[in-house]
């Protein structure tokens, strides 16, 4: 049985810094596409940040870019998500997603039904 757990996330203020990380039981998360995707009330789901199971490929939105980082540490089988200088539109609850699908742009632009999620971890930013 797969079971997807995110942590680390938290209270921080605006320009500070958190490191997400995703666990994954019952599964290699190096032979799926892994994705980040955050969602607030209201809202709907964005995906944040995806890397591609086969080259590493990596998306990001463009809210994004520039402050946060997707990796993989294979000997942890663990999903990283840093994200920098954080700003109060990043407050979400951020969840982690895994898939057999090649490409990162279709895990996070598409319409694909994912095949395993987290239960997510909330972001906070205070201003």
């Known amino acids: 049985q797969v079971k997807v757990v995110e942590s680390g996330g938290g209270l921080v203020q605006a320009g500070g810094s958190l490191r997400l990380s995703c666990t994954a039981s019952g599964l290699t998360l190096g032979g799926y596409t892994m994705a980040w995707f955050r969602q607030t009330p209201g809202k709907e789901r964005e995906g944040v940040s995806c890397i591609s199971r086969r080259l590493g490929s990596t998306y990001y939105a463009d809210s994004v870019k520039g402050r946060f980082t997707i990796s993989r540490d294979h000997a942890k089988n663990t999903l990283y998500l840093q994200m920098n200088s954080l700003k109060p539109e990043d407050t979400a609850m951020y969840y982690c997603?895994?898939?057999?699908?090649?490409?990162?742009?279709?895990?996070?632009?598409?319409?694909?039904?994912?095949?395993?999620w987290g239960q997510g971890t909330q972001v906070t930013v205070s201003s």
């Open positions: 997603a895994a898939d057999l699908a090649l490409s990162e742009y279709d895990v996070c632009r598409g319409a694909r039904r994912l095949m395993y």
